[in-house]
Structures are given as structure tokens and as C-alpha cells.
């Protein structure tokens, strides 16, 4: 990896801790570890919107959302963002589980006018508070907290031939409840039919200049410093593609025409040849069953993690609120709330999974009272 991007890739390296490194840090460097861990959690557009701060006496952490960092033509209701910091939850516990702490929760905030973008783009917006109680190590945890250093958003085509096993298939099924229900989806007629919505969602957002605007603010050039946002080649993009695509969304340039039918037919053409699609809904689209549904997003990502399968995820369709009303009711024949849809399979080509992690902010830039 080129030098000047070592600082903002540099959390990367952080290597993972054996139960008794962890138990002979002091109490205030075992709550930062484990926001560094949550920290490593994906978010929607790599925003990174969590910032914590640590009551040491207390023994508790609180997740607040930087509302500057609610999106406003992708996430208008703040529900990506939220379901951000229900992935950084999950890594949080596990990695408290494991070293011997059980993790109580309160949720602060279920008001979801509270997460709208612009309307506190400048404040620091309270959701979880956690509170680590003493417990007995979960050793059997081990593969999967080391999974979440080595977890990564691979945007690349898959082998369609190369299934990915049933059993892991029925484990990740069973993580879902009558709230947050999981539908796996690997037969190719319904693939193609998830991918022409994919392609709908992703050329809508090409031509529009609101959504289009936006994306190109976080889809940066390939040797961008930024601690945020998606480089170009975690999308295949090339260095010039990656930098064309940048700047003609951001209306610096015309935008090539074959760099936006590339980028807006990449998902449709992702999903149809990816061997299992995956995609989560909710009977109540509440601030609590967001933060269920990142739970359990990233619950998924680290068990296909620890079996070395490929994931990756689609926000046109549940960004995009028409196609997201008329897939639900077309394909699924419900009112239910699309939250999450991400494909799975083995990356086909080999430079394709070397690519490196997401940016990543420092952890002083993410604990408020560092």
C-alpha cells in the first residue's frame, strides 16, 4: 500500500487481544478497546457516524450519532445511519463477551424525527447507552472477534457456481425472529428479478442530482487521504475511472457516459451472478428495530467472515423509496420494511480480494472525551 495512504488505513493493523492482554489493561483502556472494535464496523457509505464517549466510573460507554453525518438524499429518514451503529453494537458485545463481560443496553432515543438529516446536522445525537458488567469469558468467541479485524465490504463479482454451503445458510437464517426477518434468496430466476431492481435503484441514482451529487462527495479518487468515504477501487474502479467518477458526479466535469453505465449497471450485473442474495426486513420500521437490524447485519458478515465468504452491499434498492415500496410488494407480497439487502460468494478474481480495507478514522477522532 502506497505510504500516504498508511494513516487513514492505519486502525487496520491493530492486532487482536488474548482474554488475559484484555484483562490487565486498566478500565479505561478496556473501554477503548472496545470502541475500537465497534469502530470497525461497516457503515452506510463508510460515513463512520458513531462517536463515543467513556464514563471509566460508570464502567459504560454512550453511542451518539454525529448528525452531520445523516445523509440527506440517501438516508432522509436516518435509517442507514442508525443501523450503522447496530453493527458497531454487535462487534462491541462480542468483543465484551469474549473477554468476560456481559453488555446491558438502554436505548436513549426512539424518536425518529431525531435522526433526520439537517435538522441536528450539528449535534451529537445520544442513542445507546452500554454498561459492562463482569461475567465469564466466552472463549468459544474467539474466531469470531478476530473476524472483525479482518471483516471486509468486498464490491467485486462473485463465482456463481461456487454455492455457498446450506448448513451456513440455515445458521444465518435462524438469526433472524419475527421482527427482523432474513430471506435468502439463491435460485437464478429470482436473482435476475432482484437484479433488474438493482439496476432501476442504481440508474436513478445516476440521474439524479441530488442522490448522484452526494454519492460523488464519498465515491473518491483511488489515492484520496480521506479517513471516509468509499475509493473508487473498492468498486473496480481503475485510478482515472475512480477519479472521472468522482468529478463528474460532483458536476466538476461531464460525467462520462460509460463511467455511469458502468457504476449503475455494476450492482444489477453483481447480484445476478452472485450465488445467494440476502436481505432483511422489519414488521415495524422503528429506531429500536433499526438498531436490531445492524445487529444483525453484522452478526451475518462475521460468520460468512470466519467461513473466508465474500459479501457485499446494495443500498440502491432500500435508499431509493419507490423501488424499496414496489420490490417489497412486488417480490415479497408484503408491507413489510426492506432494512438491508447484500449478496454472498467466493470473489472470482484474486485481486479482487486483496484490495485493502475501508478508511478508517483514528479512534481519538471517534471517543468524544479521549
Known amino acids: 500500500m502506497p505510504e500516504n495512504y498508511q494513516q487513514n488505513y492505519s486502525i487496520w493493523q ?47 460507554i454512550t ?24 453493527c458497531a453494537l454487535t ?3 462480542i468483543a465484551a463477551n469474549y473477554f468476560g463481560y456481559k453488555i446491558e443496553t438502554e436505548l436513549l432515543n426512539n424518536d425518529k424525527q431525531l435522526f433526520k438529516p439537517n435538522e441536528n446536522e450539528y449535534k451529537l445525537i445520544p442513542i445507546i447507552k452500554i454498561k459492562k458488567i463482569a461475567d465469564n469469558p466466552q472463549e468459544n468467541l474467539k474466531e469470531v472477534y478476530q473476524a472483525i479485524f479482518r471483516r471486509k465490504v468486498t464490491r467485486a463479482e462473485y463465482l456463481e457456481n461456487i454455492e455457498v454451503p446450506n448448513q451456513l445458510l440455515i445458521d444465518i437464517e435462524s438469526l433472524g425472529n419475527d ?7 439463491s435460485d437464478r430466476l429470482r436473482r435476475l428479478t432482484i437484479g433488474e431492481f438493482q439496476g432501476q435503484a442504481d440508474n436513478f441514482v445516476i440521474n ?24 473508487g477501487r473498492d468498486f473496480g474502479l481503475s485510478d482515472d475511472e475512480a477519479l472521472r467518477l468522482h468529478r463528474g458526479l460532483i458536476g466538476e466535469i ?19 451472478k452472485s450465488p445467494t442474495i440476502c436481505f432483511l426486513t422489519a414488521a415495524d420500521d422503528t429506531v429500536e428495530n433499526w438498531i436490531k437490524a445492524g445487529e444483525t447485519v453484522e452478526n ?62 483514528p479512534l481519538e477522532k471517534v471517543i468524544t472525551n479521549y
Open 63 to 86: 453511542i451518539n450519532i454525529d448528525g452531520q453525518y445523516i445523509l440527506s438524499a440517501s438516508d432522509v429518514s436516518g435509517r442507514q445511519t442508525v443501523i450503522s451503529v447496530g
Open 14 to 60: 491493530t492486532a487482536p487481544l488474548e482474554i488475559s492482554e484484555f484483562k490487565n489493561l486498566s478500565e479505561t483502556e478496556q473501554l477503548k478497546h472496545l470502541c475500537l472494535v465497534a469502530h470497525l464496523a461497516p457503515s452506510s457509505h463508510n460515513t463512520q457516524p458513531w462517536r463515543f464517549e467513556i464514563h471509566t466510573d460508570a464502567n459504560e
Open 179 to 185: 421482527q427482523i426477518k432474513i430471506h435468502l434468496v
Open 300 to 361: 451475518i458478515f462475521l460468520k460468512l467472515a470466519t467461513h473466508n465468504i465474500s459479501f457485499t452491499m446494495h443500498a440502491g434498492i432500500t435508499e431509493v423509496a419507490l423501488i424499496n415500496k414496489l420490490f417489497s410488494m412486488s417480490f415479497l407480497g408484503t408491507s413489510r420494511k426492506i432494512l438491508s439487502l447484500f449478496r454472498m460468494g467466493q470473489v472470482k478474481r484474486k485481486e479482487d480480494a486483496m484490495r485493502p480495507h475501508s478508511p478508517r478514522w
Open 208 to 231: 439524479s442530482k441530488k442522490f448522484s451529487h452526494e454519492l460523488g462527495l464519498w465515491l473518491l479518487p483511488n489515492d484520496t487521504n480521506s479517513a471516509i468515504g468509499m475509493p
Open 254 to 272: 461531464p460525467l462520462n457516459p460509460a463511467d455511469g453505465l458502468k457504476f449503475s449497471t455494476g450492482g444489477k450485473i453483481g447480484i445476478e
Open 91 to 93: 462487534n462491541l458485545k
